[in-house]
């Protein structure tokens, strides 16, 4: 069962002051809620017993904190499978499979392909396909194995030259990558004449870090100019595809 809507704000009080908050200021802050609001929450966590005084947590606030996190894990948990058992994820199937066969999931040149034999995360066709086709999945349950795959920016000088070129050549040889992606038309241009068409031209830099995540090393080559406006992208890409991260390579 859920807390009551004002037993809520009571419990996020009790978690700032759990984590050191006992200023009535900061904890307004935090809950992005008025001063007054926090001291009549204050005030009633007072008068149950729950901090003391001196705005700290004693016994009873902690059973009580202890007691409503765990029934809202429960409640967001038992949901959560609910939601889940109906949800339906696409996947690749890697042979002929049939309507209602128990299948397992595993990731394939960076797509999901579903087997009927395996190990791992594992799921319920809701629909026939033969090898190659589209399955609907559904009932999952276990963890997909994904190599995060590797993400290398090559950043070369703003002028091309044979020297540029032949040190791309190198460090494409020594990191080596499953796709290689272009931003601008210095990068396009540079690869074009190491004799690599790219695999990815446009809105490069999402695509390479949702490539990683589906297991692909990729390398974009980018030129000192073009990086400079990328710069702020990379972080927030970054944060929103963790655990990928840009290892810029800068060729002299």
Not at 10 to 26: A, D, M
Not at 61 to 89: A, C, H, P
Request: contains cysteine; negative net charge.
């Amino acid at each position: 069962m859920l807390p009551k809507p004002d037993q809520i704000n009571q419990i996020i009080v009790l978690l700032n002051i759990y984590h050191g908050r006992r200023k009535p200021s900061e904890i307004a802050k935090d809950m992005d809620i008025t001063l007054q609001g926090v001291i009549y929450h204050i005030k009633n966590l007072q008068k149950e017993g729950f901090i003391d005084n001196e705005n700290r947590i004693t016994k009873k606030g902690f059973d009580f904190l202890y007691r409503q996190l765990s029934d809202m894990r429960e409640f967001i948990t038992s949901n959560i499978k609910d939601l889940d058992s109906v949800m339906i994820w696409e996947a690749i199937a890697a042979e002929d499979i049939n309507s209602g066969s128990t299948v397992y999931l595993r990731m394939k040149g960076g797509y999901l392909y579903a087997y009927l034999s395996g190990d791992g995360a594992r799921g319920r066709a809701v629909n026939g396909a033969k090898a190659g086709g589209l399955l609907g999945i559904t009932d999952l349950s276990g963890m997909i194995d994904v190599n995060i795959g590797r993400l290398s920016i090559v950043v070369i000088p703003d002028e091309l030259n044979d020297e540029v070129e032949e040190k791309l050549k190198d460090i494409m040889a020594k990191v080596p990558s499953d796709l290689r992606a272009a931003i601008g038309e210095a990068g396009y241009v540079a690869l074009r004449n190491v004799g690599v068409e790219p695999d990815i031209e446009y809105a490069p830099l999402a695509a390479a870090f949702e490539a990683c995540v589906r297991g692909q090393n990729v390398m974009v080559v980018t030129s000192r100019r073009r990086l400079h406006y990328s710069m702020a992208e990379i972080p927030q890409l970054e944060n929103r595809y963790n655990p990928v991260k840009a290892n810029i390579l800068e060729l002299s």
